[in-house]
Structures are given as C-alpha cells and as structure tokens.
C-alpha cells in the first residue's frame, strides 16, 4: 500500500526573499539617483536659477535718482472748466541728476506745453494714459538729452 498520508514532521517550504532584496535594492537605487538629479540640477534646477538670479538683481541695484516734478494743474481746452491735476517723478542715471535738475523748468514747460493741447476726450480714455506717458517721456529725452532720464513715473493724474 502506498503511503498517502502526510506525515507531521514535514516543514512547509519557505518563500523566497529575493524579491524582497530585489525591491530593496531597486529602492536604494533609485533614492540615491533621484538624490543626485535634484542635487545636481538636473531636476528643479530652474527654479533654483532664477531664485539666484533674482538675488542677483536684488542686491545690485542699478545707480539711479529721482527728481520729483511739482504738481501741476493745467486747464484743458474746449470751453469747459476742467482741470488736470499731474505729479510726476523723473528716473535719472544718477551721474546726471543734476544736470537733469537745472533743466527741471524746462521739463515742466514741455509738459504743461504738451497736457494743454491734448484734447479732453482723449483724457478720458482708459487706455491714453499709457500713450500720453510715453509721449512725455520722449518729449522729456528731447529736452534733457540722449540717456539721462531713464523713465517718467506717473504719481497723481486726476481728471477734475
């Protein structure tokens, strides 16, 4: 008779533990790369360049000054009583700050010269005051010369 019966001293057979090693090797492996992409800069390295490039920009600041125009009130033509009230400042190089400075009146009369004749319909357009900014600004350049003012800053521009 064959023996069919199992006998109680036979152990299961154990499971392998090479996938297990398998894993933890895969595991260790793809940590330390992904550890050297990101430490590296192969991965997130754009944000870290333009965080350095913006502290760049932040701790050199270029060599500018301000000169600040004084408040202007200018009569607008067509027979109406309205008024335009404009302060303004100028960005300058700072080497010509003074030069700008004295010629400070002549800016003020091209300005006024130029907010007089602009019609007041334009005025109340949204988007003239972008279009009257650049125009200022150039007919400022003309005035105090190629590369002293760098910018014309809008601080107050009021329709009355």
Known sequence: MANTEKS????????SKMPLIIGFVLMLLLGGGGFYAV????????SDQIQQGAQAN???????AFIALEPMVISLRGGTSRHLRFTGQL???????????????????VLNSYLRAVDVRD?????????LRAQMLRRVQLVT????VRDL?????VLN
Do not use: C, N, W
């Not at 960005?91 to 009369?109: F, G, I, N």
């Open 91 to 109: 960005e300058v190089a700072a080497p010509y700050a003074k030069d700008v400075e004295l010629l400070k009146p002549r800016v003020v009369d």
């Open 58 to 64: 932040h701790d050199a600041l270029p060599d500018i």
């Open 39 to 46: 430490h590296s800069g192969l991965i997130l390295a754009a």
């Open 145 to 148: 010369g190629e590369g002293r």
């Open 123 to 131: 005025l109340e357009d949204q988007t003239t005051l972008v279009r």
């Open 8 to 15: 109680g001293d036979e152990v299961p057979q154990k499971k």
């Open 153 to 157: 800053l809008v601080m107050e521009f």
